[in-house]
């Protein structure tokens, strides 16, 4: 990976920058997010009208705003899994395409099953809380860091 994406917030669109800053690009826009809404909208519609449309839940129910979006950008939790569900559908096939590419340029590709043996260092983190002191501030296209090096200090040295 080149770079790290990252979508700046605009407005109240947590869940869409949420979700792209998670995939890593630019996948979902408020009208997809606000279309999947509409769906779960229209899902939860035909399941109350199954108690039958003069019921006075039904009736209730077409009365309230949405729960799945409203206007400021708000989008539920619901709409985030549904979103996070397609790309699960193309992700199998994304990653079969990677690790083929990766192999036709002579990359080794190795599968790990079951669980790994600590190394020294997870031991020393469980031990010892490791803080990061100063940030790397962005100076152009490079990190600029104090006297060239980050200044790490442990539990201990302080």
């Not at 519609?45 to 199954?50: H, K, L, S, V």
């Not at 006075?56 to 979103?83: H, K, T």
Request: with cysteine; charged share 25%; hydrophobic share 40%.
């Amino acid at each position: 990976m080149d770079f790290i994406f990252h979508e700046k917030q605009e407005g109240f669109l947590c869940a869409q920058h949420c979700l792209n800053n998670l995939l890593q690009g630019e996948y979902f826009s408020p009208v997809e997010l606000a279309s999947i809404a509409h769906q779960l909208d229209e899902e939860e519609r035909m399941r109350m009208a199954e108690g039958g449309v003069t019921s006075e839940d039904y009736r209730a129910f077409l009365q309230q705003p949405s729960e799945n979006m409203d206007d400021s950008g708000f989008f539920s939790i619901q709409v985030i899994c549904n979103a996070l569900k397609f790309w699960e559908l193309i992700s199998d096939i994304c990653l079969a395409n990677f690790l083929t590419q990766l192999q036709q340029e002579a990359y080794s590709v190795f599968v790990v099953k079951g669980d790994l043996p600590d190394c020294e260092a997870d031991q020393l983190l469980q031990i010892i809380s490791v803080e990061e002191m100063d940030r790397p501030k962005l100076n152009g296209k490079k990190l600029a860091k104090e006297k060239d090096h980050r200044v790490y200090k442990t539990i201990l040295e302080k």
